[in-house]
């Protein structure tokens, strides 16, 4: 057998019905084999797929994607769980669908997740089937899958994808595009090396916005740990800058330094005893999306959405 | 170690700390502690004394292993020439100080530590606002050069208003009723000692005060197998602060020896889960 290594296919369809009749097989393929077989689709996705399944489907997770770690890191560390899971040997098969009923800076953080899976999970024993309903959704989330993806299935197999893009620059790309500049409703807080008036000033602001008390405490630590890498690795002058973009809470953390390197920077936790990576980490896991945007110094964006969805 | 001096021999450079001390034991115990960790340093100490104090600060600190430093025992009367009385210039004490600070280095010393009983500031007759001026431009000198400083205010010399407001003036303090007793808290983070192998956080921990907690949880867990962390009242704390808890938690977990964590706040309890030390710590809501 080959050693274990990620396919990461993207599959696009038309609706619940196609999904399932071109889907079951590889299911039952794979849980003959023996394989893990997690499912993360629509709601209407997963009942026709077990509807088809019948008993074959005893085996097998199938979990609505709006409810089963609905945010992109999450997902991401839910797989990995699984896979740590696996008996020795074992391979899984998963099904994913990204949820693109947020606002746009969560679709973005989708579309990272996408293409971050290609690195973070490129040693597992894994085939991960990315769905992308083509009923529905809107040619630039189809055009992402058709980045962030090596191959696609067609059919029965899977073919070389011709527009995959290497993620590193396609996360860059995605950064750098980022979402639109504020306007002239904009609010900057400014930092001079007084955390806790900082975070106080952050707090009042996004509370005033709309934002629930327990969402605002999360944010500001977001916020609290991109100020800390601007001080301990940026330069100045460091400050925020504030305003809502689509439902969204939107904090911009700049400072004159020369900004994160790693296009890929919290997606995965630091090892153990890991001296640094901490805080990005813990600041992706709690936003809606976090990018770090482009042009000069360092500005790293954190979203937040005003209504939990 | 005499228990009401504790902390201070942790202070190194960059800390500005302020001791309100109730008792000569306390106040030589503090001053004792901190020059011999400036001396170890190879630092310049220089303690300036209260007037009538100097035999006893030259019998008591002179006798101290002076190391690769250099201890100078200064007379309060070159404290109080130095403020100029009335015509106190808070800016002219800045770039004093700065000077003192770059002939220690010139003379070959690793920095300048100094320790000073605050007791001239009610001699010279100087008024709240400029001692605060004064504390606040230390800071800075302190934070921009190798330098440390205790400043030791007798209670049976400064009035209550005095104490809180000086005492606040320095990124580090200790005293009753400006701090808990037992050790040096900063302005936004108060650690309390709990009974033995417990401490007591409350206010908020981030990048400012996290070599306050580091070093309470060391000297808390040294030769202990269990540490208790009370964080009912913790507001706030950031990833370098639960790193710091992460970092005792392990050296507690290699000896067998266990941390525990008592009623987080959610977020708090969250961030454990998060930062994967949930299989490293303990956390219980209540006793």
Known sequence: MAAAKLA????????????????????????????????????????????????????????????????????????????????????????????????????????????????????????????????????????????????????????????????????????????????????????????????????????????????????????????????????????????????????????????VADPFAGWTLPAPGAPGGWGLAVARRICDALEVAGGGGSRVRLYAALRST | MDRASEGAGGLGQGDHACLVCETEAERWGAVEEFARAGLERGERLLYVARAGDEGEAERRLLALDSAGGELIVAPAALAMAYAGGARFDPAERDAAWREQVRAAVGDGFTGLSVAADMAWFNEAGLELGQILDYEHRCTGVIEEMPAAALCLYDRNCFDDRTLARAGHAHPLCRGRGIAPSGMFVSRTMQIAAAGPGALRLSGEVDISNVPSLSSALRSTALGRAAVLLDLAALEFIDVAGMRAIQRTAQGLAAGGGELMVLSPRPLVARMITMMGMDGLVRTEQSI
């Open chain 1, 8 to 259: 990461h296919q993207a599959f696009l369809y038309d609706g619940a019905e196609q999904f399932a009749e071109a889907m079951a097989p590889l299911v039952r393929a794979g849980t003959e084999r023996g394989d893990k077989v997690l499912v993360a689709a629509k709601r209407a996705s997963t009942e026709a797929l077990r509807e088809e399944l019948g008993s074959d489907g005893a085996t097998v997770e199938l979990h609505d994607t709006l409810e089963w770690h609905p945010r992109p890191v999450h997902r991401l560390m839910a797989v990995q769980r699984t896979l740590a899971e696996l008996p020795r040997d074992g391979r899984l098969l998963a099904l994913g669908e990204p949820v693109w009923t947020g606002s746009a800076a969560t679709r973005r953080e989708w579309a990272r997740y996408e293409s971050t899976i290609n690195v973070a999970l490129a040693d597992a024993p894994l085939r991960f089937i990315c769905l992308y309903d083509r009923s529905e959704l809107p040619e630039s989330i189809l055009d992402h899958g058709r980045g962030t993806h090596p191959e696609v299935v067609e059919g029965s197999v899977a073919c070389p994808c011709a527009t995959f893009e290497s993620p590193a620059e396609f996360v860059r790309e995605l950064d750098a595009g980022g979402g639109a500049t504020p306007g002239r409703d904009h609010y900057d807080i400014p930092f001079s090396g007084d955390h806790h008036g900082f975070r106080g000033m952050l707090a009042s602001l996004a509370l005033e916005c709309g934002m629930s008390a327990d969402r605002a405490e999360e944010l500001v630590l977001a916020a609290n740990e991109v100020v800390t890498n601007s001080v301990l690795h940026g330069a100045p002058p460091i400050a925020a800058r504030c305003w809502v973009a689509d439902g969204d809470f939107v904090c911009e953390v700049s400072d004159g330094g020369p900004g």
